[in-house]
């Protein structure tokens, strides 16, 4: 999933993962689950995501390589947040070796929109799920009950650093990829079903390609 703060990226990755019966990997949500249980690199990582700040690559690929190390990864996963460079990309590139082929899906959604999605957005203090943007009066989470908020790197300003953070480092990653076959570029500015449906046609293509080929 490739695309900026505010996409939609997380909320679609999780409802592809409920379809295909494979794993979400989200770095971001492993960083909090890290700085939550106090962890000296959770901790430290959450301290530049709360400034909009990105990880080091390092740090990134080192997430992703040891969970992509797993028995549940055998039968595919949604990458959400990884790969945010181009150093990334060719980590994941390496990792993806004999696995089959990486499709990318370029979530686009114009600048005011995602200022104005992450501005209003809440997640639950308890368990992280963000809160159905079609509730915004919502206090509570709809699925454990716990209070939401605004996450710190939600602030206005630091939601416009974010998006010209990924301006600078993560949009290269469209010039990385956009020659590829596997390459999709989908309109974020629609209804959650629409964004959904085209993301599902999308990956239909390249599996008939795989089917077709006998892998």
Request: proline residues 5%; aromatic residues 4%; neutral net charge.
């Amino acid at each position: 999933m490739l695309g900026p703060p505010g996409a939609g990226k997380g909320t679609q990755a999780s409802r592809l993962a409920r379809i295909y019966g494979v794993p979400k990997i989200s770095t971001g949500d492993i960083l909090r689950d890290s700085a939550a249980q106090g962890t000296e690199l959770g901790l430290q990582a959450k301290a530049r995501i709360d400034l909009g700040h990105l990880v080091s690559d390092a740090v990134a690929i080192a997430i992703v390589r040891d969970r992509l190390s797993r028995q549940d990864v055998a039968k595919g996963f949604i990458l959400d947040g990884f790969p945010r460079t181009v150093g990334q990309a060719e980590a994941l590139d390496a990792m993806m070796d004999g696995r089959g082929p990486l499709t990318v899906l370029h979530v686009v959604v114009p600048a005011q929109v995602l200022v104005d999605r992450l501005h209003g957005r809440r997640v639950c203090a308890e368990c992280g799920t963000t809160a159905d943007p079609a509730t915004p009066d919502a206090t509570t989470c709809a699925a454990c009950g716990g209070q939401l908020i605004q996450r710190a790197d939600d602030d206005d300003g630091v939601v416009r650093n974010r998006l010209r953070i990924y301006e600078q480092q993560t949009e290269p990653l469209v010039d990385y990829y956009k020659a590829r076959p596997t390459f999709f570029r989908i309109d974020g500015n629609q209804a959650p079903d629409v964004v959904a449906s085209a993301m599902q046609l999308s990956l239909a293509s390249v599996m008939a390609v795989v089917q077709g080929d006998g892998r």
